[in-house]
């Protein structure tokens, strides 16, 4: 098994340009999650997917898309990059949400300029 | 709301010293308790996690109890080495408010010189 895998590994846009993170996991977990890493701030929840067909929102979702159309991949799209979206961006797939261990991609490290 | 706090960081020890990091959690019902580490440039993994009060979850000399009295799961290992150094993160879910969220602490840095 490949686990979590993320890509790009890094990536630098310019204000107002859009993108797509990738996210796929072949353990066939249902549920996934995107987080973003903040100096100082640990990690916060952006939107995450209990299942195919179902997300819903985070702690920190504005300006960030997602889809679950399969249940080994889980995109993120930044519509319009901002400065401000500049972090390291995590996807984590688990079994389930309660009791199963979170298994985390490598990370994605974006710079909006 | 469910919450989970853990102690400020860097935290500085010389090589054999003993380790303590603290962590408090709110939550309602009978949440699942996770520690989490990330070495440098890499992303979390698994240390240990525990699901019932008084349950231990050890991994790697570390150990952690769910001590659901004072809602505590602090982290401890007995002689840390130079490779322990990284971000240690507190986790909690399996909350009452099922809103299918984990929650993670803000991360303790952890710096252990030889």
């Known amino acids: 098994n490949a686990g979590v895998t993320q890509t790009p590994k890094f990536q630098v846009l310019k204000t107002g340009q859009s993108m797509t993170l990738q996210c796929a996991q072949d353990?066939?977990?249902?549920?996934m999650s995107w987080y973003r890493q903040d100096p100082g701030m640990g990690l916060r929840l952006i939107h995450y997917?209990?299942?195919?067909?179902?997300?819903d929102q985070g702690e920190v979702p504005n300006g960030y898309n997602v889809s679950r159309s399969t249940t080994e991949d889980f995109p993120l799209r930044l519509l319009s990059a901002a400065p401000s979206q500049t972090s390291v961006y995590f996807c984590?797939?688990?079994?389930?949400?309660?009791?199963?261990?979170?298994?985390f991609g490598p990370g994605t490290r974006l710079t909006v300029l | 709301g469910d919450s989970v706090t853990q102690m400020e960081g860097p935290v500085t020890l010389s090589e054999e010293a003993c380790l303590t990091i603290n962590c408090t959690y709110t939550a309602t019902g009978y949440p699942s308790l996770f520690w989490y580490v990330q070495y440098p440039g890499e992303g979390l993994q698994l240390l240990l996690k525990a699901t019932k009060a008084d349950d231990k979850g050890s991994n790697k000399g570390f150990e952690a109890t769910y001590r659901k009295e004072t809602t505590s799961f602090h982290l401890e290992k007995g002689s840390v080495q130079v490779s322990d150094s990284a971000v240690y993160f507190c986790?909690?879910?399996?909350?009452?408010?099922?809103?299918?969220?984990?929650?993670f602490g803000k991360g303790t840095r952890l710096h252990i010189l030889p």
């Open positions: 997917s209990v299942g195919a067909g179902i997300t």
């Open positions: 353990m066939n977990h249902e549920y």
């Open positions: 984590a797939s688990s079994i389930d949400r309660d009791t199963d261990t979170q298994y």
């Open positions: 986790a909690l879910s399996g909350t009452m408010n099922r809103d299918d969220k984990i929650i």
